[in-house]
């Protein structure tokens, strides 16, 4: 699995989506899976599978897919 | 009484998102008006619905209600649809307030007691028609007792982070009108850069927080945030983990700041119990002793907690007409839990009587979930689990799609996160000899 995989993962099991969600078009609270209970276990999930630890204004700041991508970038997570 | 608000030009409200801020005496006039509106549509009695957000509005339904003497239920407005007309089916009231206020048309049928003032659900987010009645004197009492021991001033300015259809989060609003201080309205969360934002603009000095919302503080590094305003702050809605608590109270006392744990019921108005400061660190797990102007005792026979004191509810309310019940309890309340006290009067929980989990700060009635998962899926279904995580289990062979619909009805109706929730597929669910089911081997055998 690649990061951009990897990531997709992340987002699909922490908020509980189908397989199918189109992940790309996500942003914070437009979906009611995607609430604060659901954003921590994001946060958890990108901590395990990146093997990082986000700082409070990165954990804040994830907002959408892209922003993630954005945010992980700072952590050296690669995406091409 | 709190909701007299005789403290002049001192600011009374400051809401985050519309940035509008009103003093005492600009709230007071604004509460009179909503109560004369109340008073034009009728001089009797009566029983409304606010749904509550923390916004200026809200506030003045709430404040209005009181001082007209309306006896007023306080649902959260995030409620979804279908339970908030379960509330309104089930109480039938005479006007409900959900941003504006709505006469439902009919003359008060079944009188309220003259001493009702609020209602708060006991487990509203699983729909239990159940709630519990407070008097005037059950919410000023508590209001009191709080500001005392968390010796709040006119100068506090604490930010929302609770329902105030929540009954911790409604006394953190009492106590602070009360004293005359400041609060800050947002319903944003802690995980919202708008909220940390607003709490170093408008320096907020305190907040209030559910086990759940220390899981998201810890996450979020919060032992590395700048909060130079923060004068204080306070836990209670169910058990800290022992590794939070360390954490939090270390943080507070690097900062040289009090946290206070707390224990209470809604059947308590709020508050029963506080570890003093001081002693957190020697008596960590303790819910503490008793707020001032209450007592706790255990019963010998039961090992049962007991509560005294003049915030214990008027008693519960199943229809309308318990509404005219008054005062069932006389300030003794039994809370369920059992508890020991240790040499130096501190007290500590060492279970519970009742079937319910606390999910994010909020009691799930396991067997509410249970009836409504039965209905929804008609299977065979028990629920179970400790504090944070529900255990269901069902008699059926694993199957993905049950296990995905089972996600997301507990998430929409519920408000349920998949991650608090185990599932589970049994070929039997243990059950005693008299057929029902024996949770003490269901617990044991999901281990």
Known sequence: ?80 | MFWQLQHGDTPALIELQSQRTLTYRELSAEVSAFANLLLSHSEQKRFGIIYMRNSISCMIAYLGALQKQDAVLLLDAGLSEPLKQQFVQHYKPDWIFDGEWLDMGQESQTPCHEQLAVLLSTSGSTGNPKLVQLSYQNIQSNASSIARYLNITAAERPITTLSPAYSYGLSVLNSHLLQGATILLTDESVISGAFWKAFKQYEATSFAGVPYMYQMLHRLRFASMELSSLRYFTQAGGRLSQSLTAYFSEFAKTHHIPFVVMYGQTEATARISYVPPDQLEAKQGSIGIAIPDGELAIDPATEELVYRGPNVMLGYAETRADLALGDQQHGMLKTGDLARQDEDGYFWILGRMKRFIKLYGLRMNLDDLERFLEQSLELSVACSGQDEQLLVAFEASHDDAILQTIRQQLKLRYGIHHTSLRIRFMDELPRLSSGKIDYIRLANEVK
């Open chain 1, 1 to 80: 699995m690649n990061n951009e995989q990897k990531l997709k993962a992340a987002f699909i099991e922490a908020l509980g989506l189908n397989e199918s969600t189109n992940v790309e078009a996500l942003t914070y609270n437009s979906i009611p899976e995607w609430d604060s209970i659901a954003h921590m276990a994001l946060v958890a999930q990108l901590d395990d599978q990146f093997d990082i630890m986000l700082d409070t204004d990165d954990i804040i700041d994830i907002s959408s897919f892209e922003k993630a991508k954005e945010v992980l970038s700072k952590y050296e997570v690669e995406f091409v």
